[in-house]
């Protein structure tokens, strides 16, 4: 398989007559992309708003992130997903780099969603505060989920993927500034030099934890809960075959920007060959039963082993509950010999005294660590709130109350927040972006 | 100037060895042996006390010494306490934590010990007490008087404190979060984690195993026709309005709600979960699905267990810290004893 990222690196983005790309500048011609988006009935209303780093903005309800794309063959961008189904890691992928579109509720947060400031302390959280963030604003008619914690936010979500494609279309016939290429021979056809390094794979654990459909990560289109974990190639992940949910904790959260810019799988790329054999991907999951968890290590230790892995990276997207997933996989690829690392998140408490992770195994003994989901951060008032700030205390954000007999609410009255680290938008970024960690104090 | 107060043991202060080990607390103004190495190695304050007590006196009859001390300080004024060094002198050790911790709770200053790595206090205290690793004999002094002097005068200055490996003393298993822009990003962190374990090379892991606390089982009910049974859950389960306003993640509250009339947790705006962690659905429609008061009304009734408690306690697990869930348990505990329960199903989610 042979991918190739076309980048067109956006240095602003305005609004104007029409939808184009020059000279760095991605102009949008908002009313036909908000036309574009309200295709869906489903959305009640809509708004464009742009966010540049270092501007006093704050961002919040956010629910997703995606890198505007296009496929120059003409399918989908994410395919089982906007469009039917179609193998994706191969060919050609043009990419507006240094934007994301956000998927934002006008009023209503979840217990998901994320808050991104793009200046001041608060920018030093999330890696989308250094990205030039075109934010679809949007209500829906979801009603059946209005109040609830727990939203799908489908229409939404979906509304912010579809956006992306049709920004991604303006650089379709263009030629990019400059082209990424991704080549990854299949398993049993490497070349003896690459055969003789130590075979490695990256064992991700979506988020899959809701029986119900609509909360989980997808993989083309599939709810990751229902399957059992799978061999995919690195390509395919990059090139839009995973969706991110609704559902997590935001600072655990991968989102789809995240899958399609995988910064472990780049690692992974730029050492194959030269220090490692990289086999490819195992695609897990984090089920909630104690047999389906128990079933998912299983089939990724034997999956690792059949493929020859000597080590492994292994990244679980969440915390709490996902945890037990994370050792149970990390224990049973130790067992049949597999050198693991693991990427994870911690929850240590407010005061840093708790357990790091719900359950602990000695064979776990390398470890990356994000951060801790609870600790608490308070940032002062912004110029601009792009979505609506109530929203963090209102409506269950995982790291938001609406009152606390220490602490007050979440949101004053000034503007000013303070919020647990669980609510920053993709914030821990076991991804790979994360320049935090854990230290003992 | 600031103040300090030093803590030692009668051999330290002169007294004498295992014979003078009984030696009752006193308090003496000034410097008494090492409250003079202390004193000239701060900078920042001055040793206006030393506190000497018996190791013995203080290993047998310790709630006594505490006492004691705690009056001792109770008119002094001070802004930071000091103990030892301890070296690898267990009952010593032992003593230096305890009264450092005592200080803590009943005076809010600064409190900071030296033991060596092998002294059981090491251990014990360093959760609550900071602690620098030090020499094993009375001959490393200077060197481990210097260090936590160092650390005093930094604290008193009111300078910001670095985390444990870089101010040097012993790790507590207080863990937060660091944010660093020059440090690798966590992809190149774990590659080369990878490449050194893979080499058989040395590595750190970022997230150290601590040795995981166990409760021991308790002994098995004898007769399970008498005893009275109680449900304690973390999955969620409240009266329909929250009354406790139990948050739904993170918890920090819990609540106990009288059940003695129900046969059953009823649904549809009587009974529901307010948990963020897991799909509401199957547990608001029938609660018992999470605090199964239907099938044990039915074991009540077939005498297989003697009662049912009046109340069932409640909080929710999803995000709530391991400290917080033993605190809520700790209080929990007050009312099942009470109540005289004599066995508990605990459901989660």
Redesign the interface.
């Known amino acids: 398989m042979k991918l190739e990222l076309g980048n067109f690196h956006v240095k602003d983005a305005r609004f104007g007559e029409k939808t184009y790309f020059e000279d760095g500048i991605l102009t949008i011609n908002k009313e036909e992309a908000i036309a574009y988006v309200m295709e869906d009935e489903h959305i009640t209303s809509a708004d464009i708003i742009i966010a540049r780093p270092g501007e006093a903005k704050r961002i919040v309800p956010v629910k997703e992130a995606i890198e505007p794309r296009c496929r120059v063959s003409g399918g989908p961008v994410f395919p089982g997903v906007t469009g039917g189904i179609e193998t994706c890691g191969n060919g050609r992928t043009h990419a507006l780099k240094n934007t994301s579109v956000l998927a934002v509720g006008k009023h209503w947060g979840s ?1 998901g969603d994320g808050l991104i400031d793009m200046s001041g302390k608060g920018a ?2 999330t890696y989308f505060s250094q990205l030039i963030n075109i934010c679809l604003v949007a209500d829906t008619d979801e009603e059946f989920e209005r109040y609830e ?2 939203k799908k936010n489908k229409a939404i979500r979906w509304g912010a993927m579809r956006l992306s494609e049709y920004l991604g279309s303006a650089v379709k016939d263009m030629e990019p500034q400059d082209i990424e290429t991704y080549e990854l021979e299949p398993v049993s056809k490497k070349s003896p030099e690459v055969a003789k390094l ?1 075979s ?1 794979v990256y064992v991700m654990q979506p988020q899959s ?4 459909q609509g909360y989980n990560d997808l993989v083309y289109g599939w709810d990751a809960n229902r399957m059992v974990p799978t061999f995919m190639h690195p390509n395919e992940i990059l090139d839009g075959a995973m969706i991110s949910g609704s559902f997590m ?1 935001c600072s655990s959260k991968w989102s789809t920007y995240d899958f399609m810019n995988n ?2 799988i ?3 790329y730029g ?1 194959h060959g030269k ?2 054999n990289f086999l490819g991907v195992i695609m897990s999951n984090l089920n ?1 039963a104690m047999e389906q968890k128990e079933r998912a290590a299983m089939f990724v230790a034997n999956m690792a082993k059949n493929l020859g892995a ?2 492994a ?1 292994l990244a679980e997207e969440g ?3 996902p945890d037990a997933d994370f050792i149970a996989c990390y224990r049973a690829l130790e067992d049949i010999g597999v ?6 998140n ?12 719900v359950t ?3 064979k ?12 608490l951060v308070e940032l002062p008032p912004m110029d601009e709130v792009i979505g609506e700030l109530a929203a963090l205390g209102r409506d ?1 954000l ?1 790291g938001g ?1 609406d ?1 606390d007999e220490k602490l007050g609410p979440s949101v004053r009255e000034d503007g000013s927040v303070i919020m ?3 609510s920053m938008f993709c914030g821990d ?13 | 100037m600031k103040k300090a107060i030093l803590y030692i043991n009668q051999f330290f202060a002169g007294i004498g060895g295992e014979d003078k080990a009984d030696h009752a607390p006193e308090i003496r103004e000034g410097l008494v042996g090492p409250a003079m190495a202390l004193d000239g190695a701060l900078k920042n304050a001055v040793v206006t006390h030393t506190i000497i007590c018996g190791d013995n006196f203080m290993g047998s009859r310790e709630d006594e010494a505490v006492e004691k001390i705690m009056e001792f300080l109770s008119d002094k004024e001070f802004d930071i306490f000091f103990a030892g060094p301890a070296f690898q002198a267990g009952r010593y050790g032992n003593a230096c934590g305890v009264i450092c911790k005592a200080v803590k709770e009943r005076f809010g200053v600064p409190v900071i010990s030296s033991m060596h790595e092998e002294n059981p206090g090491v251990d014990m205290f360093k ?1 609550e007490v900071v602690i620098f690793p030090g020499g094993k004999s009375a001959a490393a002094m200077r060197k481990d008087t210097k260090k936590v002097a160092a650390y005093g005068d930094k604290i008193l200055a009111g300078e910001k ?1 670095g ?3 870089e101010e040097g003393y012993y ?21 080369a ?3 050194n ?3 058989g090379q040395e ?1 750190t ?3 150290p ?2 040795k ?1 606390e166990r409760v021991p089982i308790a002994a098995p009910i004898k007769e399970m026709a008498s005893a009275k049974i109680a449900f304690v859950t973390s999955g969620g389960i409240v009266p329909a309005d929250n009354p406790d ?1 139990i ?4 918890a920090t509250r819990w609540g106990m709600y009288d059940i003695s009339a129900e046969a059953r947790l009823e649904g549809n705006g009587v009974y529901k979960t307010i948990h ?6 199957a547990a608001d429609a029938d609660p018992n699905v999470c605090v199964p008061l239907d099938a044990l009304r039915a074991y009540e009734k077939e005498g297989r267990i003697g009662s049912i408690d009046s109340h069932f306690y409640t909080t929710v697990g ?2 709530t ?4 869930a033993a605190r809520m348990a700790q209080e929990m505990i007050v009312h099942l004893k009470e109540h005289n329960v004599d066995g508990i199903i605990l459901t989660s ?1």
């Open positions: 217990f030093d959280y914690q727990q130590p490695v934890q809701m029986e119900e904790p910064p472990t780049k690692e992974l050492n220090t490692v909630v000597d080590g990276i915390y709490g509950n050198k693991t690392v693991g990427m994870t911690e929850c240590t408490g407010r005061d840093g005294q708790s357990q790091p992770l602990l195994d000695e776990a003994n390398a470890i990356v660590s994000c951060g801790n989901v609870s600790q269950g995982s109350w009152g647990e680290n669980n970024q076991v991804s790979g972006w994360s320049r935090k960690t854990m230290k003992e104090f | 959760k404190l985390n444990a490996q790790i507590r298993g207080i863990r937060h979060q660091v944010i660093d822009k020059t440090m690798e990003p966590a992809s190149k962190r774990a590659m984690m990878l490449l374990k893979l080499s590595y892991t970022e997230l195993i601590p995981v306003r948050q739904s993640a993170s963020a962690g897991y799909d509401p659905a999803t995000g810290t391991e400290a917080e989610t």
